[in-house]
């Protein structure tokens, strides 16, 4: 049965680069499926940001696509990712999860999830 | 942006009583449909995909119907393990979610 787990800072600064990574057990995330990030700030909805397809292709939220990089260590079982810029805007609990595949235009459901970290954006 | 849109904010239900949530698309989305429950603390869990085909393990009195724009989520017999937040999302396009339906204890 496939795990995920975060790890990261749960505190960052204003304007800097949140770094997050997402571990992986039970699974090698070189076999196939996709891997993503989503968030959920405190007392809101879903927010997907992006996911990605072993070491390789990319797929971003267009509303954060200039800030977000999402890459994977097949080596390690781990994808990550990186926002640059932020604000109080991005304080957010951070999931990742397991996707069911993307497309040119989509990428699916998410059939597995982490347990989520807090992260604050604060001086 | 395929926008989600979900009624209503708030059910309140008794145990044992049926459950309907709706959700609606901006713009069709077929039956690239998923629902997702949320209790507090935790992850969402996958319930339906496909707009009605349950996920692994998820019990029968989840079940899910709809195409295009409108959307259901039935539960049949709510057990008070199934009061929480549910959210639907769309994945015709890159994935939007909805601002989520609760489910109280009436």
């Known amino acids: 049965q496939v795990q995920l787990q975060e790890s990261g800072p749960g505190l960052v600064k204003p304007s800097e680069t949140l770094s997050l990574i997402c571990t992986v057990s039970?699974?090698?995330?070189?076999?196939?499926?996709?891997w993503g990030w989503i968030r959920q700030p405190p007392g809101k909805g879903l927010e997907w940001i992006g996911s990605?397809?072993?070491?390789?292709?990319?797929y971003y939220n267009s509303s954060l696509k200039s800030r977000v990089t999402i890459s994977a260590d097949t080596s390690k079982n781990q994808f990550s990712l990186k926002l640059s810029s932020v604000t109080a805007a991005d304080t957010a609990v951070y999931y990742c999860?397991?996707?069911?595949?993307?497309?040119?235009?989509?990428?699916?459901?998410?059939?597995?999830w982490g347990q989520g970290i807090l992260v604050t954006v604060s001086s | 942006e395929i926008v989600m849109t979900q009624s209503p904010a708030t059910l309140s239900v008794s145990p044992g009583e049926r459950a309907t949530l709706s959700c609606r698309a901006s713009?069709?989305?077929?039956?690239?449909l998923a629902w997702y429950q949320q209790k507090p603390g935790q992850a969402p869990r996958l319930l339906i995909y496909?707009?009605?085909t349950r996920a692994t393990g998820i019990p029968a009195r989840f079940s899910g119907s709809g195409s295009g724009t409108e959307f259901t989520l039935t539960i049949s017999s709510l057990q008070s393990e199934d009061f929480a937040i549910y959210y639907c999302?769309?994945?015709?396009?890159?994935?939007?979610f909805g601002q989520g339906t609760k489910v109280e204890i009436k």
């Open positions: 999860a397991r996707v069911l595949g993307c497309g040119t235009t989509s990428c699916y459901y998410f059939d597995s």
């Open positions: 039970g699974y090698s995330i070189s076999t196939g499926y996709f």
């Open positions: 990605i397809y072993q070491s390789g292709s990319t």
């Open positions: 713009q069709s989305v077929s039956s690239y």
């Open positions: 496909g707009a009605s």
């Open positions: 999302q769309q994945y015709n396009n890159w994935p939007t």
